[in-house]
Nanobody, 123 residues
């Protein structure tokens, strides 16, 4: 059974950087595409970024393209989200998720989710 745990959230100022980590246990990490999603207060959960099983392909939401980088380390069963030039509108709970096979931007195609980590960006 896949278990995902996110780390690295916190309170930062606009323009700062933050790196989120998500550790998988319970299954073979390299079998899964991984995604990051976020949910701001009063909003639906939205796609942020996804990375393919071996890290060769990535996709980003337009709102984070050029500022965020998703990467993975299959030896460490971990996916990362490096967030630079943070803005107040990036404030949200960030979730990692896993999907057997190919990457996807669609939330409903991910089978397992972490508990989320809060990122708050002050202006």
């Amino acid at each position: 059974q896949v278990h995902l745990v996110e780390y690295g959230g916190g309170l930062v100022q606009a323009g700062d950087s933050l790196r989120l980590s998500c550790l998988m246990s319970g299954s073979t990490f390299s079998a899964y595409a991984m995604g990051w999603f976020r949910q701001a207060p009063g909003s639906d959960r939205e796609f942020v970024a996804t990375v393919s099983r071996f890290g060769k392909t990535t996709y980003y939401a337009d709102s984070v393209k050029g500022r965020f980088t998703i990467a993975r380390d299959n030896a460490e069963n971990t996916v990362y989200l490096q967030m630079n030039s943070l803005k107040p509108e990036d404030t949200a709970v960030y979730y990692c998720a896993s999907r057997i096979g190919l990457s996807s931007r669609r939330e409903d195609e991910y089978g397992s989710w972490g508990q989320g980590t809060q990122v708050t960006v002050s202006s």
